[in-house]
Each structure stands twice: as structure tokens, then as C-alpha cells.
């Protein structure tokens, strides 16, 4: 069985810092591509990073600097550094994991971000 679990969105001030988690068991981690999306309300899920099975990463523009992507294929995890934390950041925030035709998601974390 595949589960995506993530973990460490929480309330934070603008300008503040969250690392969320996602922990993967059920598959053969190393050879998918992960990614971090979010959903605002009334918006659609949109891709916020991405990292490939050999360590390229890619950012949606409007976290760029701000955000980090990484990955530890030994622990089945996949991490988001969020810096400069901004209100329009507020979302919910899920795991993907993505090989050829095989995709899953997590269920979700809320990050909240005060102004």
C-alpha cells in the first residue's frame, strides 16, 4: 500500500520559516520524481517545486530564493525549506510522487501564513 504522509505546516507571522515533511512507504522511492503543490482556496493545485530522481530541482517562480527542495532517498523522504514566508503562501500543501504512468499524492498539510 502507497502512502505519501506530510507533515509540519502550521500557523507562522509573514517573514518566518516552516520545513514540511513527506514520508513515502510503498514504493521504491529513489526512482520517482517528487514535488510539492499547494491549493488556496477558490484556486486550482498548482506545482510549487519539483525534484527529479537525480537531484534537479525546479520552482515556481513566485517562491523562487525563497523555497528549497530536497530529498533522502535512505530515509524515503522528501523536504520543503520555506523561507520569507508571505500570506499569499497560505495553502494546503501536498506531496507527489510521480513515475512514468504511476502518480500519488498525499493528503495534505495547512500552512498558514498571518500578515
Known amino acids: 500500500q502507497v502512502q505519501l504522509v506530510e507533515s509540519g505546516g502550521g500557523l507562522v507571522q509573514a517573514g518566518e520559516s516552516l520545513r514540511l515533511s513527506c514520508a513515502a512507504s510503498?514504493?521504491?522511492?529513489?526512482?520517482?520524481?517528487m514535488a510539492w503543490y499547494r491549493q488556496s482556496p477558490g484556486s486550482g493545485r498548482e506545482l510549487v517545486a519539483g525534484?527529479?530522481?537525480?537531484?534537479?530541482?525546479n520552482y515556481a517562480d513566485s517562491v523562487k530564493g525563497r523555497f528549497t527542495i530536497s530529498r533522502d532517498n535512505a530515509d524515503n523522504t522528501v523536504n520543503l525549506h520555506m523561507n520569507s514566508l508571505k500570506p499569499e503562501d497560505t495553502a494546503v500543501y501536498y506531496c507527489?510522487?510521480?513515475?512514468?504512468?504511476?502518480?500519488?499524492w498525499g493528503q495534505g498539510t495547512q500552512v498558514t501564513v498571518s500578515s
Open positions: 510503498g514504493i521504491t522511492f529513489s526512482i520517482y520524481t
Open positions: 525534484i527529479s530522481t537525480g537531484g534537479s530541482t
Open positions: 507527489k510522487a510521480n513515475w512514468v504512468h504511476e502518480e500519488y
